[in-house]
């Protein structure tokens, strides 16, 4: 949660004081995996983006050194080349599909 709150406990009797800011570099790659400009896109990178970097770090990391950001590092190129508008890009697309495939075809006058 770097960039999002940030918590202060150096008043001596206050439990603790949240501030907001705003998003530091390491909420970047949750944006341009899920979709920069839309509101759900960070949310969906930060979704897929954040179990598997835990989930490379915590199997990965004493496996050798520095596996786990190589390996993040290029699923977040891959997912840029492959869908350079983000996962929230590829949803509409596949939404879209779903809707033409379902609704009826326009009726042709005069046939």
């Known amino acids: 949660m770097e960039g999002f709150t940030r ?3 150096s008043a001596p009797l206050a439990p603790v004081a ?3 800011a705003f998003p530091g570099p390491a909420d970047y790659p949750n944006g341009i995996i899920g979709g920069l400009g839309t509101v ?8 897929v983006m ?3 970097g835990e989930f490379l ?3 990965l990391g004493g496996v050798r050194q520095g596996l786990n950001f190589f390996i993040y590092g290029v699923t977040l190129i891959v997912v840029v080349i492959v ?6 890009s590829a949803l509409r ?4 599909r779903v809707r033409a495939a379902v609704s009826p ?3 042709k006058e005069g046939a």
């Open 7 to 9: 918590v202060k406990e």
């Open 18 to 20: 949240v501030s907001f």
């Open 40 to 47: 759900w896109g960070p949310v969906l990178g930060a979704v």
């Open 50 to 52: 954040t179990p598997l």
């Open 57 to 59: 770090r915590s199997y």
């Open 83 to 88: 869908l350079p508008g983000g996962i929230i």
């Open 93 to 96: 697309a596949i939404r879209q």
């Open 105 to 107: 075809a326009p009726a």
